[in-house]
């Protein structure tokens, strides 16, 4: 499967955006945690992904991309393309869509989805629903995926080429319960 790079990039941030949330984080405890709980939270993640146009920022911002991050999780967990693509036309229609092409901060030509004024849940509805969009349109929706780990609920877009990746990490979550099945059958053999 073929994805352009900045749709690969939007996949990236719309899995780090959903994994924020208190429900796929592992707990720490017994309590899990809101990876975007605050104002600088939210500008560490627009930081991290170097989310352009971002300028001050507020409550009615973190709630307005909590929103935003509720709704993709539902794209996440749809039960059939159908659902998934009204969820995500949902998404792109609330959030204004303005295609553009744009050259910036060192990238080739790309579409931006989002008007230049726009707000941060929509630069994040828009450019991350339209790269939902494009695995939909693929015919690839198996391909948006939770961790099988039973103490993880990560999402993560499956672009292995036989669509096989069970993990949201194979060197964490992949490879404890590896260990751990490798364990179980040395305890077995040895009892």
């Known amino acids: 499967m073929l994805i352009p790079h900045d749709t690969r990039i939007a996949l990236e941030t719309v899995v780090d955006l959903v994994n924020t949330a208190p429900e796929s984080e592992r707990p720490e405890g017994d309590r899990p945690v809101d990876g975007l709980a605050d104002i600088e939270a939210l500008y560490a993640f627009a930081g991290r992904h170097r989310v352009s146009g971002v300028n001050e920022l507020d409550e009615k911002d973190l709630r307005a991309v909590h929103d935003v991050r509720a709704r993709f999780a539902d794209v ?22 303005t295609p553009q092409l744009s050259n910036h901060d060192g990238y080739d030509w790309h579409v931006h989805y989002f008007a230049p004024d726009a707000s941060l849940a929509d630069h994040l509805a828009a450019d991350c629903g339209m790269a939902l969009a494009f695995i939909i349109v693929a015919g690839e929706t198996e391909r948006l995926r939770r961790c099988e780990a039973p103490d993880c609920r990560h999402a993560f877009v499956d672009l292995s080429r036989n669509r096989s990746r069970r993990y949201c ?18 305890r077995e053999a040895a009892g």
Do not use: E, I, K, M
């Open 76 to 97: 996440f967990a749809a039960a059939d393309a159908q659902a998934a693509a009204s969820l995500v036309n949902t998404l792109v229609a609330a959030a204004g869509t």
């Open 169 to 186: 990490s194979s060197r964490t979550c992949g490879n404890r319960l590896h260990v751990a099945a490798y364990r179980a059958r040395r």
